[in-house]
């Protein structure tokens, strides 16, 4: 399967704890990005990496996630002392662009579904 | 906020008719975009219709994109059941796509 990879699949937690998902990109895309999405709404943006350096923030992007992507090829979303609200979906999306380009087609993986008791 | 908005937020048909979903957005944008998603799974580009084109087709897909009226629909014709899914409308004013809240569509067999 050549598409984008997540893993795990599901995490349940407890509150306080720290997860960390991992997103594996279509191979020659240089862009990745993370969003999420709770229940009955659509995916909000998170960060965005152009190869290895990550180009954009949101807001909602709190002290306690962090996102990497070294060697411009594997990410990781860590989310550190979890709580109640940061339960979702968190979606990777790889595409491939040029620097400055607009944004064209996203390949999504599956998701990683966080449950925080 | 979200920068693209769907409506109708839910759309229940019956297998063989067409649905119609609406997308609103808010600033200038180079292209629009529209997703699907099963439930439960990641998202799935359907189509992609630039600022300077008004309409195009994909197969059983039909997009229309109206910049003057920062407006954009979906059209599925001969729907199927296998077409239930939310479906997004997503643009790209500050460079990161933005997606509204969806559509839920569910056709009835």
């Known amino acids: 399967d050549t598409g984008v990879s997540q893993n795990p699949r599901h995490k349940i937690t407890k509150r306080g704890q720290n997860v960390t998902f991992r997103c594996d990109p279509i191979?020659?895309?240089?862009?990745l990005y993370w969003y999420r999405q709770t229940l009955g709404q659509g995916p909000e943006f998170l960060t965005y990496?152009?190869?290895?350096?990550?180009?954009?923030k949101s807001r909602l992007l709190s002290d306690r996630f962090s996102a990497e992507r070294p060697k411009g090829s594997f990410s990781t979303l860590e989310i550190q002392r979890t709580e109640q609200g940061d339960s979702a979906m968190y979606l990777c999306?790889?595409?491939?662009?040029?620097?400055?380009?607009?944004?064209?087609?996203?390949?999504f993986g599956e998701g990683s579904r966080l449950t925080v008791l | 906020s979200q920068q693209g908005e769907e409506d109708p937020q839910a759309l229940s048909i019956q297998e063989g008719e067409n649905a119609t979903m609406n997308c609103s957005y808010k600033t200038s944008i180079n292209n629009l975009q529209w997703y699907r998603q099963n439930s439960g799974r990641g998202l799935v580009h359907l189509i992609l219709?630039?600022?300077?084109?008004r309409e195009k087709h994909s197969g059983r897909l039909r997009v229309t994109l109206d910049t003057s009226k920062k407006s954009s629909s979906l059209l599925i014709t001969a729907s199927r059941a296998a077409d239930t899914a939310s479906y997004f409308c997503a643009t790209a004013p500050w460079g990161q796509l933005t997606f509204g809240s969806g559509t839920q569509l569910t056709v009835l067999p």
């Open positions: 990496f152009q190869n290895e350096a990550q180009l954009e």
């Open positions: 219709i630039r600022s300077n084109e």
């Open positions: 999306a790889s595409s491939l662009g040029l620097a400055g380009a607009h944004t064209g087609e996203l390949f």
């Open positions: 191979s020659e895309h240089n862009r």
